[in-house]
């Protein structure tokens, strides 16, 4: 039999998120093996796509797409997440996290942010709290590009509350020069991927505590169409010595890396009320371009700021994938745009929306997750 998702070309993890119509108007029966109906019954199957028409008519920042608070309005959430517990990373001033930490609090949620310099967070967490909701804001310091400071933001965050709804890996760092972190990782790898990969490990116990079976608690990571220009390089994660440093392949490494890990933690941990979803979040001019000068003055052009996102816009999808109820009970998936992504075409462009094959992977998503145990020294019991 020739099923659906081998025959339309989508991946085995987006099916619970299609809407499916068939040929005679009639459920057909479905494979005893895999659950799909055949091929030859389905004329046509949509992507989850709730904002497809906002996106049709790109002007720029501001433009009809929506913003992060949108999502939390439309999703009937403004005030009804009082006592579920967020947690933010990379919440320094001008990115996307102040901006996803300002729609969480909207919900009435306690949001927890991390920033490297606690004064700027304090500055985030005071101007999140001026729009008056009840959910606490609080800052907690962290470095991702050292594995000793995620330990102890773990800590600190467990100190103050024993459970954790949603977890939003937001922060990152984007094609910087060749570097190590202070454990001797390759900077975007390690801070990207690794130190990510620690802190979901240790706040495990919060995530599973807080899931219900109204609600399975959430792992976000956000990753980037950059991932198209990556490859595990299991034989040399640091680019050390088989492998040429270039900023944007290592950039690559660590954003595929961000969706491979949101994968195969949804396929470890979703029987157990944990689930994960990757994202890019567009284009966007954040500080996260602060190492590359040709994109920084490439994002002034007219023709680039047509398309670029406001902050509030960049961070809708990944409140999408905390917040909306199309996603209970499942995860897996990569979006973009408030939408599940789609594969990229084969000539794929710099600025086209769509996922590589490579991105799911059950194999390697597999053995990076095992390896990554070993690099941050932990044990799973998944």
């Known amino acids: 039999m020739l099923h659906a998702v081998t025959a339309i070309n989508i991946p085995p993890h987006s099916v619970g998120s299609m809407k499916l119509a068939y040929s005679n ?69 001008g990115g996307l996290g102040p901006e996803t930490a300002r729609a969480m609090h909207v919900t009435g949620a306690d949001v927890y942010i991390t920033v490297r310099d606690v004064a700027k967070g304090e500055e985030v967490a005071k101007d999140i709290l001026s729009d008056g909701k009840p959910g606490k804001v609080e800052v907690i310091k962290l470095d991702l590009g050292s594995l000793e400071s995620v330990r102890q933001a773990a800590k600190e965050f467990l100190g103050k509350s024993d459970k954790l709804n949603v977890l939003i890996n937001n922060a990152g760092v984007m094609a910087c020069p060749k570097g190590k972190t202070v454990d001797g990782f390759e900077t975007q790898f390690g801070t990207n991927h690794l130190g990510h990969f620690l802190l979901f490990q240790l706040l495990k116990p919060a995530l599973l505590a807080a899931s219900t079976s ?3 608690s959430r792992v976000v990571s956000v990753s980037s169409t950059g991932h198209r220009n990556g490859r595990i390089q299991f034989e040399d994660f640091n680019f050390d010595s088989k492998v040429e440093y270039h900023p944007w392949a290592a950039y690559g490494q660590a954003k595929l890396a961000n969706i491979l890990f949101a994968n195969e933690l949804d396929r470890r941990y979703g029987s157990k009320g944990i689930h994960a979803l990757s994202l890019h979040p567009g284009g966007i001019a954040t500080p996260l371009q602060r190492h590359s000068p040709d994109l920084q003055e490439m994002v002034k052009k007219p023709e680039v700021q ?41 000539d794929v462009k710099p600025s086209d929306p769509g996922y590589i094959p490579a991105a799911y992977d059950p194999p390697t998503e597999k053995r990076l997750w095992v390896e990554s145990l070993k690099l941050v020294g932990v044990e799973d019991d998944a």
């Open 306 to 346: 047509a398309f670029l996102k406001s902050t509030s816009q960049g961070a809708a999808t990944s409140v999408w994938a905390a917040v909306a109820k199309e996603f209970e009970g499942q995860g897996g998936k990569y979006l973009e745009d408030v939408s599940v992504a789609e594969q990229a075409a084969p």
């Open 25 to 93: 108007g009639e459920d057909p029966e479905l494979c005893g093996e895999c659950g799909l109906p055949p091929a030859s019954r389905v004329v046509k199957m949509a992507r989850l796509a709730p904002y497809l028409e906002e996106h049709k008519n790109i002007t720029g920042a501001g433009d009809s797409r929506p913003t992060a608070i949108k999502i939390v309005e439309d999703q009937g959430l403004v005030g009804k997440w009082a006592g579920n517990v967020v947690l933010v990373t990379g919440c320094s001033p």
């Open 214 to 216: 109204e609600f399975n």
